[in-house]
Structures are given as structure tokens and as C-alpha cells.
């Protein structure tokens, strides 16, 4: 199986961390056209070419003017997002400058968490000092945990706080709305219950947000990103909402200025354009369900239920992730997510993001073409007499354990089975 040679820096993905900018592999997107990008996900169809092309005309404006105060911008994005009280929301310059805030200013002692999970609650606790306890979703159980069980482990770790995904990055582990008001309130006694629906937008037809009831808890926060949703991660727009006491208390440390000029002006493109979002977070949701469909196809991976714009999954222990992952770049462009690099999950692990499914019949047939070539690879090996497959498939008796993350967190502050 022979195959022209890409340009693609391969030494980049040893680099670690769960997330490396598309820019690094394209040059500073100079060569953006070759790359394949599975790895982020997003909207392919949204926002629609007419904003492009209105943020295009209206870009020198956005830069050289100062935005609107967050207090406009506030109430600009609760009224996008349907948020019957725009006084319980604030902006922010994405959710990780809140999830800074709040580890800073509202969370103290401990803090409860599911792995894997996104990073930067564990990085930022981690500095703080903040011990950290953590229920760790199984494979066998598909990344799902019932709502009794996750309120048991939160109160066997006698954390004082608590962080729900929902769903969860990158597992895609979803309550369903009924079921999470069930738990804070049987978690109302705790510090903070923090709740992250950056991704919530692509779970359903009907999504289970609870936008409109986080007010009504004195302990609770929402926290949510529109980047993924609408489909331009660079613009950093986020918000929280809580109570007016909690957004209150908030306010007095967020800048009077906290998005920039060209997130200002998306927002105000977009705001008009309710149906046309509406038709593109359904079709992405369709997207995903048919790349879930299509991986179950292949046999060689256990794939969790597609409740987001991505789907996760774990590859059969006799082939290598790595080696996948590396061949699927090296030979067709196709860049895909590995989470060897998430506490909780190895290198056995994948996040795909939806794409439309012409680009979805792309990557399935180019990891039918290596899945093959791996095992060819193996079975020659095999049959001359090699005891180790030479890292292109994992040995056929499994006795060679996964890589998992290089930062383990200390055992003592682990609450593992819930």
C-alpha cells in the first residue's frame, strides 16, 4: 500500500495535551485546504456564508472599536440564547476565563469531578491546591452513570464542590433534564455545583437545559460556550448564569470590557439568525448519529451513544491507537482526536468530531485501509516468527496495557468506583 507523501509535521502530535491548534499543522492555516480535521468539533453549517461575509466587510470597524460593555453583551447573548432572565447571565471571553474565575474566587477546599473530563478544572484546581476527587467513567457501562450513583460518589468523596458536564467532554455522558434537577437537589447542602452545557446544544432534538432553572438554586452555576455551537471557535464568547446574588458577586471582578471587538460583532450577525441555527444544529445531530453508526460498522470500537457534535470511543485492544492515529495523518490527512492525553482515558481512546456524512464516508474508508494494512502487518510479523507485533498492533493476548495519561492525579485524593 503505497502513498504520496503529506505535509504534515508529525512530531507535533507528541507534544501532548488534549487539544493542539489545527495552526501548527497547517502553517498558520496556510495549508488549511490539505488537512482533514476531525478533531474539533463544531457546526459545519453554521454560520451561514452571508455572516461570513458581513463580518468580513465589517472586520477593520471590529478592530479598531472598542466593543460593547458586558452589560450589552450580556444581554445581547440572554436574549440568542433564550434566557427568560437576562439579569442571571454574564458574558465572558469563553468558558475558560470562568472556569479561572471560579476556581479562584467561589471553590475552595475540593472539588468533585468525573473523568475524563475537560482539562482545565483539574489544571486550574491543581494549582490551586484544591484537592481533587473523581468518579471515572466505565467502558463497559458506555461512559453512563445513573443519577443515584453519581450523587453516592459525590457524597462518599465529602467534596465541597462539584463539576457536571453535561454532556460530558469528551465521553458524552448525559443526564437527561429531569434527572440532573433531581441531583442538585440532593446537592443543595454543597459549596458550588458547577454545570457545563458547552456542547448540550447537539444532545437532542430538544435539548435538557437547564438555562432557565439554574436561577432558582442558591449553590448552582451554568457555564456554556457558543464557539463549538456556532461553529467559529476563535471567537471565545462564553457566559455564566446563576442567581442574581452569584452573578452579582461575579460582576465585581469581570472587566468592564471582556469580549473582543470581532466576537461584539458575530454576535450582532447572528442574532437574526435563530432558524438558520436551528436547521444547522439539527443536521449536525443527524451527523453524529450516523458517524456513531459507522464506526459500531467497523467492528473494532466501542462506541458511546452520540448525545453531542462529537462521538467517543475506545479501539480494540489489538490494534494501537497511536499507530492509527499517525497513519490516518501520515497518509490521508485525516486528523482525529487520540485521548491518551485526558486523565482517565488512553491511548485506545478517540474523540471523533461530526462531520457531514460525504466527509464521514472519507475517514471510515481511510481507517478501513489502515485497520488493514495493521493487521496484515501483524499477521506477516506473526508468521515469521515475531513475538512482538513492533507497535502497529497491540499483541493478540492483550498482555501489553494501554498508555494512559503521563499526569496521574494522587491517588489519596481519588474517589474512583461510585
Known sequence: MKYRKLPFNLS????????????????????????????????SYFPPRQIIQSLHNNLEHALKYAPQNNQRLSESLALFSNVTKPNTLIASNGVSEIIAWLSSLV??????????????WIDHASK?????????????????????????????????????????NPTGSLFSYRDLIWILERLANLDNV????????????????????????????????????????????GCTISNEKNIAR??????????????????????????????????????????????????????SPATSNFVYARLSPRYDGLVLRNRLLAN???????????????????????????QVNGLISAMMRELYWMKSAAQKRAASGQAEPNSAVLNPTHKKKARSSKIPLPSSHIFRKP
Open 194 to 237: 458547577i454545570v457545563d452545557e458547552s456542547f448540550i446544544d447537539f444532545s437532542s432534538l430538544s435539548p435538557p437545559s437547564i438555562k432557565n432553572a439554574v436561577s432558582e438554586f442558591g449553590n448552582v452555576w451554568l457555564i456554556k460556550s457558543f464557539d463549538s455551537s456556532l461553529g467559529m471557535h476563535g471567537l471565545y464568547l
Open 128 to 168: 490551586l491546591g484544591i484537592k481533587i476527587y473523581a468518579a471515572k467513567y466505565r467502558d463497559e457501562n458506555l461512559y453512563q452513570l445513573t443519577k443515584e450513583q453519581f450523587v453516592i460518589a459525590v457524597r462518599r468523596s465529602r467534596a465541597k464542590n462539584v463539576v457536571i458536564c453535561n454532556p460530558n
Open 12 to 43: 507535533l502530535l507528541k507534544q501532548g495535551g488534549p487539544h493542539l491548534p489545527i495552526s501548527l499543522f497547517t502553517h498558520n492555516f496556510s495549508s488549511i485546504d490539505q488537512l482533514k480535521d476531525y478533531s474539533v468539533p463544531g457546526n
Open 250 to 303: 461575579l460582576k465585581r471582578h469581570m472587566p468592564h470590557w471582556s469580549i473582543n471587538g470581532v466576537a461584539d460583532t458575530s454576535l450582532s450577525l447572528v442574532q437574526n439568525e435563530h432558524e438558520a441555527y436551528q436547521v444547522s444544529r439539527i443536521k449536525t445531530i443527524n451527523d453524529s448519529r450516523y458517524l456513531a453508526h459507522c464506526l459500531s460498522h467497523l467492528k473494532v470500537f466501542r462506541v
Open 332 to 358: 490521508h490527512a485525516c486528523l482525529v482526536h487520540n485521548c491518551q492525553a485526558y486523565i482517565g482515558a488512553t491511548q485506545q481512546h478517540f474523540c471523533f468530531a461530526s462531520r457531514p456524512q460525504e
Open 107 to 120: 471553590i475552595r477546599h475540593s472539588l468533585f469531578v468525573t473523568l475524563p473530563t475537560y482539562s482545565p
